[in-house]
Structure formats: C-alpha cells, structure tokens
C-alpha cells in the first residue's frame, strides 16, 4: 500500500509530519490557512505539487466549517483572495502553489460575477469543489507520469538487451511530495511494478536529507530494491557501478521549469545533471503540467528561495543505542540536536539550484514525455494535448 501523506475528508485535513519521518508516523490536523503557511515553511509538508493540494484544501476546510461566514458572494470571492494570496508567500519557488492559487481564484470570480446580491455560500462551494478536484486530478496525472517516464526509460533498456535497469534519483519526489504515487518517484514505483527495476539509488540529499530520511522510507515501505548514497557519491557510482548496475537515467522532480525548459529544483540537481552529461546517462525530470511555467522564460527569471543557516550546522534526530551484540536501536522518545560545524560557521543555504536545459534529455508529464527538437524544448506542446 502506498504510502498516504494527505489525508481529507470534508471539513478535515491531515498532514503527515515530514519533520518526524521516518522513525514516526505522526499526522497532524490543519484547520485554517495559518497552520497550512506554517506547515510549509517549516517544510512538515513539502514536495511541489503536495505544497499546492495542503493549501488549496486548507482554505476548503476553513470554508467548510465556517460556511456563509464572509458575507455577500464579493465579499467571499475578497476574503478567499486574500487568503490564497496569503498561502502563496510559504513557498514562492514552487510554481505549483501559485498555478493553484490562479485557477482556484479564476473559478470563485466567475461563480462571484454570476452570483451578485447573493450571500457567499455559492462562492464558497465553488471553490470546496475545485480544490478537492485538484486533490483526484494530481494523484492520476503521477500515475500518467510514472507509466510515461518508465516507457520512455525502458526503451533504453531494450537498445540494450532488455536487461533490468537501474536509476538513480534526488530529494523526495513521492507520495510525501505529491497527493499520491509520485513524479520522478512514481516512474521508479512504475518500473518497479513492471519487473524491470534493478536497483533505484537514492541521494541523501542534504542538508535537510530528504532522500535517507523521506525517499528511503518510501522505497522501503514499498519493498523496492534501493541503495543509498551521500550526494557526493553520485560521481563515484556513475563510474564505478554504472555499467555493472545498468544505471541507464537520473531522475528528479521539479519545483518549476521555465518555458526554455530550465528546471529549478532540489539544491543538487544541477550538478547531478552536469554528471549525468560526462556519464553519458539520460537526465529526466518528471513533473505535472502545472509545474512549467511559460510565464518564465528563462531559469535566471526564477527567484531561488535561501534557507537558514541553521539547517546546514545542526541536525536532528532520535537518539540510537547499540546493544551488547553491537547492533543500533532507536529511542524515538528523545529526540536531539546534535552540532555538526564550528560556532560561529555561517553557511549559504539555497534551496534550490537551476538546472540549464541543454543538460536536460527529458521532460515526462501526465501527457508524455518532451524530448528537445533542434536543440530546444518546445513546451508549449504540453498544453496542446487532451488528457
């Protein structure tokens, strides 16, 4: 069973705390926008497209308890404005959340125009049922995702014997980043149902260490053969095992992707895709449609969110012990900060870096996958195909 990070029913939402992952599975009611933009910027929630779904639905939870609370349909349309508005600054490198805040706004306007004189109930059941529409929408596009990017993977494999493929992934781009199954995450999941997957090594990710604490979780959870790597080994296993393991791609997810096919994602990616290129290994960055922006042309448009330094000097976690045998266990009733850099070190913590298109082989969405033509992404085909 796939792991659930969303939980929602109307009137209810839950978040599974990412912070406490993997040694606790603690889930955590949200009930207004405040806990949402709190949840976000403290990254408990995180993941893109699962950013976007925990803020559309928190404001269709805070609508749904609090119903014809907001006065007349304009006054309603205002309030939810504001509020989407409000979500947007959690996260701003995340195109997703704004995408979802500009159709969510589009659709109250209409229902608000239609609706003059009257109170805002009819506002506030417009906007319930198009954020739990996007909620069933994100869950199918990564089904579309993982069985597009496993094909396009998979025709490597058959150039060479049909042999089971290995692949490499960053960050966490699974049912924990998404309402379910996953982008670069869910073509391993589809790889893996397939038979065809070998081994999928993972990056530890740092400095928040998404990957051994979040992705590792996922794949274990799933039983997919994995491997964990620090981010500094990725060179070492493209030239070491890379041919023995049959790693033929790198696959990652996306935080945006400008409209020349620039991605921003997880700090890392790039220099993950300039190995890939010496490597002579595909790179493929699998994300729904609602993360390309062509609004954005190119990569140096997007705005590179900077982190504390604190993230990068001290980490966290349960304490562990090792019995007589000399083997670890976990104590998950305390929980420590340990120091891992001189006092005093100031460190630059961005969250994301930008990956140039020109290192890109491939972009999978839920309606295929892009490959360049003379040299260039054309994206806006993207947006010319019907589901």
Request: proline share 3%; net charge negative; glycine share 8%.
């Amino acid at each position: 069973m796939v792991l659930q990070a969303i939980k929602y029913s109307p009137g209810s939402l839950q978040i599974l705390d990412q912070l406490q992952l993997p040694h606790k599975e603690v889930y955590q009611n949200i009930t207004n926008v405040e806990d949402a933009w709190h949840a976000i910027k403290d990254m408990r929630v995180r993941g893109a497209p699962a950013i976007a779904i925990v803020a559309a639905l928190t404001l269709a939870v805070e609508l749904y308890n609090k119903k014809n609370s907001h006065g007349s349909s304009h006054q309603t349309k205002e309030y939810i404005v504001k509020q989407l508005e409000y979500l947007v600054t959690s996260r701003p490198t995340a195109v997703n959340l704004a995408d979802a805040a500009r159709k969510l706004e589009k659709r109250i306007t209409e229902v608000a125009a239609a609706s003059q004189g009257c109170q805002g109930g009819l506002v506030e059941d417009s906007y319930i049922a198009a954020a739990q529409e996007m909620l069933a929408d994100d869950v199918q596009d990564n089904q579309r995702i993982g069985s597009f990017g496993a094909n396009w993977i998979l025709k490597l494999s058959e150039a060479e014997g049909g042999r089971q493929v290995s692949v490499l992934t960053h960050c966490n781009t699974g049912s924990l980043a998404t309402a379910g199954y996953g982008t670069a995450l869910g073509v391993v999941r589809s790889l893996d149902k397939s038979h065809r997957l070998k081994c999928a090594y993972y990056t530890e990710t740092r400095p928040y260490n998404q990957g051994s604490r979040l992705t590792g979780y996922e794949l274990l959870h799933d039983n997919i053969p994995c491997t964990l790597i620090t981010d500094s080994m990725a060179a070492a296993l493209l030239r070491l095992k890379g041919e023995r393991q049959n790693i033929v791609a790198i696959i990652v997810g996306a935080d945006r992707v400008a409209a020349n096919g620039d991605t921003a994602n997880k700090i890392g990616t790039y220099a993950l895709a300039i190995l890939a290129k010496h490597h002579g290994v595909k790179f493929l960055v699998a994300a729904p449609r609602t993360t390309i922006d062509l609004g954005t042309s190119t990569g140096e448009e997007i705005t590179i969110e900077e982190r504390p330094s604190r993230e990068m000097t001290v980490m966290k976690g349960p304490r562990t012990r090792t019995d007589r045998g000399g083997e670890p266990t976990v104590d998950t009733t305390v929980v420590e900060e340990v120091s891992i850099a001189a006092m005093g070190t100031q460190a630059w913590n961005p969250g994301f870096d930008v990956t140039p298109a020109d290192l890109i082989d491939g972009i999978v969405t839920e309606v295929g996958v892009f490959e360049k033509e003379e040299g260039r992404f054309d994206l806006e085909k993207a947006f010319a195909h019907d589901l």
